[in-house]
């Protein structure tokens, strides 16, 4: 490309930059409402709401509180919300049997939200640590995460997910095999139109540190994650993983956290050309909300520029705590 720019003056890159006008006719990348996915915390109760210390602005929602507002953020142009459950410290067990009971809390949340907005697509998250007495994504016996016995309960956590009405399937666990073993048994108990979306590349990240309070995983995490979660130093492994969970039958593939991956949004979306998602994750958003509610940055024009740059960076679509402020600014842009 660079061969081809003619020498200055006859080049000159600001004559397209002159107006508003040609700034649109040359802009190569835009965000819309349906690029956003809008992650929601979950909590029992009823009419209540509890405001998480470390997200300003994002608060655990009762089922019908929950229901009101993707009403509203519907309204506003989100068309799709992941739900992620806070559960009662007394339903967390070294078992983690709620995760694939038919009634639990995000069971529950979803067939209400499907009776009341049927457009609105549905995405879950497929890990055990919301339900796990030591905060991990997978059971946990002499120290040890298992592989193989997680995956055989993220399969029923799965199935009954699928069962309540769910779009999207988001395991975002990071256990070797989890993706085929869900699309073989979502096949075979017929579910052959619910979708996976694989956290094919989610790495062992200090991001997610305000997301932890909101599940209220934070106090009883033993340990890190380091030992199934990627390590932030590798790239090429990255490819590796979306190979492998594209295989076994993944529809769309993440990258997670966003911002400080960006290069390996590119890779994947230039390898692949599937539907490659990014997440925003929770100490992201809390970065730039608590630099904004400070003053320090303008919340508007730092929320919308970090979304486009997912978009820039190949992204189809991203899962932000942003989604119904972004969409509702897209839409008074639009009107
Ligand atoms: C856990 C899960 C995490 C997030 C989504 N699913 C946290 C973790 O892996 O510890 C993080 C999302 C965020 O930080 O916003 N299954």
Not at 55 to 60: C, D, I, N, S
Not at 68 to 92: M, Q, W
Not at 187 to 203: F, L, N, R, V
Request: hydrophobic residues 45%; charged residues 25%; contains cysteine.
């Amino acid at each position: 490309m660079p061969q081809s720019v003619a020498p200055y003056p006859a080049a000159r890159f600001r004559r397209l930059r002159q107006t508003a006008a040609l700034r649109g006719l040359q802009r190569e990348n835009s965000l819309s409402a349906d690029d956003l996915i809008w992650p929601v915390f979950v909590q029992d109760g009823t009419d209540t709401e509890t405001p998480i210390a470390s997200m300003p602005g994002v608060a655990r929602l009762t089922i019908d509180r929950l229901i009101r507002a993707a009403e509203t953020a519907h309204k506003a142009g989100v068309n799709a919300i992941c739900l992620f459950p806070y559960i009662d410290p007394s339903l967390k067990t070294e078992d983690c049997a709620d995760a694939w009971h038919p009634e639990n809390l995000v069971n529950r949340a979803i067939r209400a939200l499907k009776a009341d907005l049927p457009g609105l697509a549905i995405m879950t998250d497929v890990a055990l640590d919301p339900y796990n007495i030591n905060g991990h994504d997978g059971f946990v016996v002499g120290g040890e995460v298992l592989n193989d016995e997680t995956v055989a309960a993220l399969v029923k956590m799965a199935l009954a997910q699928a069962e309540a009405g769910a779009d999207i399937l988001g395991p975002s666990d990071m256990m070797d095999g989890r993706i085929g073993a869900i699309r073989r048994a979502l096949e075979a108990a017929g579910h052959h139109k619910t979708c996976i979306i694989s956290y094919a590349a989610k790495y062992a990240s200090a991001f997610y540190g305000p997301f932890r309070d909101a599940v209220g995983a934070s106090g009883l995490l033993t340990g890190d994650k380091n030992t199934y979660q990627m390590d932030p130093a590798n790239s090429d492994e990255a490819l590796r993983l979306v190979a492998r969970d594209l295989a076994e039958g993944a529809d769309m593939v993440m990258v997670k956290p966003g911002m400080p991956y960006l290069d390996i949004c590119r890779r994947v979306k230039d390898r692949f050309g599937a539907p490659t998602f990014a997440y925003q994750v929770s100490g992201e958003y809390a970065m730039l909300r608590g630099a904004a509610d400070q003053g320090w940055l303008d919340h508007d024009r730092a929320m919308m520029e970090s979304l486009l740059a997912f978009k820039r960076a190949g992204c189809d679509g991203i899962l932000t705590y942003f989604a119904p402020a972004a969409a509702r600014l897209l839409g008074d842009r639009r009107g």
